[in-house]
């Protein structure tokens, strides 16, 4: 496997955002430029707001609910 790492700049509207998942095969890391963005963890929920860097360890979290407008950058380490 190819090891690197991605980056994407994505805006959401309120409410939007994938569907729920995890990746079992990379980290994934979250800078929120505005917004909020809600993550769950076995039974805990957290949220990150705009100026958060968020580190996301492979099948650890579920990305989970999107609020605001939203834009975060996300960088993914495989």
Known sequence: ME???RCHL??????GGPPDHYHAEHDELFYLLEG????????RDFTARSGDLVLIKRARVLLRIVRKTLAWQERSRE
Do not use: I, Q, Y
């Open 3 to 5: 090891r690197g790492v």
């Open 36 to 43: 909020e963005l809600t993550f769950s963890e076995a039974d």
């Open 10 to 15: 994505r805006f959401r509207s309120p409410g």
